[in-house]
């Protein structure tokens, strides 16, 4: 029987090669690999720079000391992402303020911003879900109308563009992950884009312990961490990096064959839409099911007997145990990422996918 994981990394001998090649110099960390990376990485969203970091998580948690985010702030941001967007604004004292999301996208609804700002916000942390952007337009405008800063969580939307611009672009500083389901990957990594020098410097120091700039002196400036990125990661991104965009474009014509099988069901499962001033770049392939009609639990058990990988996907943040005892949360807060939660299904998604592993049993 054929099986067919969620995800799975897009790896050819020119990946393994340069991985060993790394390997074979003993450059192992903080050589020239991660600065060929970020410099590379920068010039493809068009930012002026780009700090390497050891994930997507430890990005966002040098884009909140960055964004001087304070014990007591809050930052909104949505409920329906990975438990990472949210988590970082608890990292730096903050609280998180959540918003509901649009019923299409699945992203922060901005017409929901405006009702969450009290005195105490900071910053919108807007998360571009599935590979596909935020309604940054309307949300860049509500961020100058108050004052607040734009921090873009964008690990699961490489190159996805809102009205031709990149995400990546809009806020102060944007992070991107490249963990083993990404677009793109180097096994476990990040990276901060921004066009201000100052913040890359810092998140540079940050990344590394605190160490002055000047490496010679071996001073440490300020409190710091380990969040850097090995070589071996660095060389193994600079070969996905090259061949991202044609990834990217066969993830697209993956998503169109899912579009094209399941539309003709329509009645039992929705397919995910795209805005249309949008470029999806399709981290997951999530479709959403009418349950009067197919019970997820049981799908996923019967595809798993078929050897198909399915997952209820994903979850909303708030609802988590955590973050339940932690602000009192409950069912109901977030109607519409709770339903969109409750009836979503993610279905295998890589490349080597064909057309007909995706006609198989739809
Ligand atoms: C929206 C979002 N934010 C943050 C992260 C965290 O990235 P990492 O797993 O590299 O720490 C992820 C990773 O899956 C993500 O999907």
Same mark, same amino acid.
């Given at each position: ?30 050589? #020239? ?7 590379? !990485? ?36 949505? *409920? ?22 649009? #019923? ?5 609804? #901005? ?7 009290? *005195? ?55 992070? !991107?992950?490249? @963990? *083993? ?18 913040? @890359? ?23 710091? @961490? ?63 099911? &009418? ?20 997952? *209820? @996907?994903? #979850?909303?943040?708030?609802? !988590?145990? !955590?973050?339940? &005892? ?16 409750? &009836? ?19």
């Amino acid at each position: 029987m054929k099986k067919y994981q969620i995800a799975k990394p897009y790896i050819t001998d020119e990946e393994r090669t340069a991985v060993l090649n790394v390997l074979n110099s003993g450059d192992l960390s903080l050589g #020239p690999k991660h600065k060929e990376f970020e410099s590379k !990485f920068a010039k493809k969203i068009g930012t002026k720079y780009a700090c390497s970091v050891s994930s997507g998580t430890a990005g966002l948690h040098l884009a909140m000391i960055v964004a001087n985010i304070q014990p007591g702030d809050e930052v909104i941001t949505s *409920p329906f992402s990975f438990v990472a967007s949210a988590n970082c604004i608890l990292y730096v004292g903050a609280n998180p303020v959540f918003v509901d999301i649009d #019923p299409v996208t699945y992203n922060m609804a #901005p017409e929901n911003i405006e009702a969450a700002i009290t *005195p105490k916000t900071k910053a919108i942390l807007v998360v571009h879900i599935f590979g596909q952007a935020a309604e940054m337009s309307k949300i860049s405008k509500i961020a100058k109308k108050y004052n607040l800063k734009i921090i873009e969580d964008a690990c699961e939307s490489v190159c996805a563009e809102h009205d031709g611009k990149k995400v990546g672009t809009f806020g102060e500083s944007a992070v !991107f992950a490249f @963990y *083993p389901n990404k677009q793109m990957v180097t096994g476990e990594g990040g990276m901060i884009t921004t066009n201000d020098k100052k913040i @890359y410097k810092l998140c540079s120091s940050l990344r590394n312990q605190g160490r002055s700039e000047n490496m010679q002196w071996l001073d440490h400036e300020r409190l710091g @961490y380990n969040y850097r990125l090995d070589e071996m990661s660095a060389a193994l991104g600079i070969v996905q990096l090259a061949k991202l965009d044609k990834m990217i474009k066969t993830r697209q014509n993956i998503a169109n064959w899912y579009n094209k099988c399941l539309t003709p069901h329509k009645q039992l499962i929705q397919t995910p839409k795209t805005a249309k001033n949008n470029t999806h770049t399709w981290f997951v392939y999530v479709a959403t099911l &009418n349950q009067s009609k197919i019970d997820r639990d049981q799908l996923i058990l019967e595809l798993a007997k078929q050897g198909i990988s399915t997952k *209820p @996907y994903l #979850p909303s943040i708030h609802l !988590f145990s !955590f973050y339940k &005892n932690k602000f009192n949360y409950k069912k109901g807060d977030f109607p519409v990422a709770e339903k969109v939660s409750d &009836n979503a299904i993610a279905l295998p998604f890589y490349i080597g996918l064909k057309e007909n592993d995706i006609k198989y049993k739809s």
